[in-house]
Every structure is written in C-alpha cells, then in structure tokens.
C-alpha cells in the first residue's frame, strides 16, 4: 500500500465518525471531584452557560454512568433560548443523549432517565451479562456492545455516525472515559475551563484518569487555539494535533 492510498483511507475513516469534543471543568491542580466524589462543580454560572452553548453545537452529548449518577444531571440543551439556537443551526431541537459503562452498571433511577425529552443511547461491552442488559433496555431507547472488555470507541462512532447522524459529540467525562478516547486518538477539540480551587488529594479523579500513556513520546497533542478570562475563570481550547 503505497503513501498516497494510506493518506486516502485515513481521510475516508476521519469522515465517518462524529468531531469529538471533550469539556471539562478543572480546578488550579487539575482535579474534576474531590477525592471523595462529593464535590465534582467547580465552575461558576458562566461556565455553566458555557457549557450549554457548546452542547447547543452538537448532535448528541455524551458521558459515562458515573458522572451521569453524580447529581441531577440529563445531558439536555438546557433553557429555551439555547434550543432555539439549536434550531437555527439547523440541528435538533433536543440532543441525542448518551451514556457509557463498561460493566453496565447504571442506577435505574438516576435523574437522566426521568427527563423523557429526547433518545437515550447506552454504550456497553460483551462483559455485561444478558440478563443485565435486559434492564438495560428497559431503560434506554437503544443499547449497544462495541468491544469486549474495553470500550471499541471506533465502532461505537461509526454506528452513532451511520444509524444516528451524529456529526459533533461532545464528551463530559468522566476521566476513564476521556481517557479511553484520548488514548484512541479520537478527540478533536478539548475545552478547559480552570477554576481557582485546589483540591488536592491523590484519589481526586483528573480529566484523563485510567491506563494513560506509557511515555511523553505518545501523549496526545493539542495546541492552544484561544483563550480568555472571565472573572477567575480561564477559559482554554485547543484542537488535537496528529501526524
């Protein structure tokens, strides 16, 4: 296979998948809870707002089953003006909504599955058991098996991509999940909005936890595209940067 036709295979594979976004709020030493999970908000009303003018840009927002049981969380647009803002962009009024676990374990009565406004998509693996992905259903609108022990996040976009026309998925953690799709080389943009907190501890959960990178060499690369500061918030974006 020469040059030319590995370049084309890799513009056609880029093409069938959605951008994904990944945001996150941090404090000053980079944690995304405390270390006893209690407190996993640091960011003010304008990093709410922010958060919600960036879901308003995608198709479908997405996060794991622990962030999702963290509080009253839906992963919806928010307030009227942000979906008519969606609408015209042309999308949806209401985004797709998507949860991710491994071992399928997601609490039948969190706040998510109580707002009935748009599809919920579970993404899961062959190591959940079938009696468990028979509540699963009862749950979902569609539930999915992308892997066997760890998430195939390549297929799992491509099915979203093809049978769900998502074009742009923003991602709200948690760390194993960002991780996955870091280590996947899968993340297009990251947002990061530092807040002035430090919370220390060794336990404290980071944007990226999980198996990581072995070395420097094979981190994933971003560079910074724009950045702004709003009160004691500093808002950063980068775009990934690949070969």
Known sequence: MNARHQVLIASQAAVSRP???????????GKIATANRRIATFGTRTDHEHLLALRATADAVLAGARTVESGPIDLGPGPERFRRLRLRRGLAEYNLRIIVSG?????PDAHIFRKRFSPILILTTGRVPARRLDRLRRLADAVETFGTDELDWPAALTWLYRDWGVRRLVCEGGGTVNDSLFRAGLVDELYLTVCPFVVGGRHAPTIADGRGFPNLAAAARFQLVRRRRIGDEIFLHFTAQRP
């Open 103 to 107: 071992s399928g374990s997601i609490a």
């Open 19 to 29: 951008r994904v976004l990944v945001n996150m709020a941090i404090t000053a030493d």
